[in-house]
């Protein structure tokens, strides 16, 4: 594994476990057996960023590359019907979606994109951007690296990233100690 596939490993905190799982991988291998699709071999990334509410809440990454020396990622991201990948930006990721099966509302800043197979968008860094499974959807990323700590997410519960609550708690905790 390249360190930049190693990236993945800091998914840890959100990432789904037991039933939910095995569900959700059930049901996402049935969708790209329909649609005759093969994924990379590599286990897929099971995401429910933290909130513990996966199919409300969530996404299945399914990596292809991350290769932060050699400057690029290549990744498929599913979400079922109804699923959100919550609100974000990154501070140096900029990427481009690509749309391979379904139909997905993309949000990002203050516009809206009803997006379909074929439909390409470019992220800029900085961007706030989430999108919504109108169906179960499968988009393909391209970007610069993926950065776990890259994320800033709208939502402070969310535990990875800058936005997070808890940073802010420890910091200051710490702050606290020191008076």
Known sequence: MSKGMEESKNTAVITVRGAVRKKALRQFYAQMKSWNLTMPSQEPLVLDFGLNDFFQTGLIESWVANEIEAGYCGKFLFVFG????????????????????????????NSLRIMRPGDCLTIPPRKNHRFIGVEPSLLLEVSKPCIVADNIFHDPHIP??????GHLLKKAQIVNRRK
């Open 82 to 109: 109804g699923q959100t990948c919550p609100t974000h930006r990154h501070g140096f990721k900029h990427e481009t979606f690509f749309i391979v099966r379904g139909k997905v509302k993309m949000y990002m800043a």
């Open 160 to 165: 990875i990233g800058k936005n997070f609550t």
